[in-house]
């Protein structure tokens, strides 16, 4: 079984019109003929900015923990020493 892929295409309900289909099935999106618009309909920018967002905030924990880890160390350098 093969499927179209993601992106718009004739709307059989309205002539002039096309309808977005994201690969699996067929949206509410709807836009008319002719209409210079991004690939993808509104609010469907796909996995990347998610993407990018969670390695983010990974980077930020990570950061943190090493900041923290680097602190409790020194911690423990100053409390041996001292004895």
């Given amino acids: 079984?093969?499927?179209a892929p993601a992106?718009?295409?004739a709307d059989a309900q309205r002539d002039g019109h096309e309808r977005w289909f994201d690969g699996?099935?067929?949206t509410e999106e709807r836009r008319p003929?002719?209409?210079q618009q991004t690939n993808t309909p509104a609010g469907r920018?796909?996995?990347l900015p998610a993407a990018?967002?969670?390695v983010?905030?990974?980077v930020v924990l990570c950061g943190g923990a090493l900041v923290l880890a680097g602190a409790a160390i020194d911690?423990?350098?100053?409390?041996?020493?001292?004895?």
């Fill in 75 to 83: 911690t423990v350098d100053s409390v041996v020493s001292s004895e």
């Fill in 56 to 58: 983010a905030l990974l």
């Fill in 1 to 3: 079984m093969s499927t």
């Fill in 24 to 26: 699996r099935s067929w």
């Fill in 45 to 47: 920018l796909g996995w």
């Fill in 52 to 54: 990018t967002a969670f």
């Fill in 33 to 35: 003929v002719g209409m």
């Fill in 7 to 9: 992106g718009w295409y």
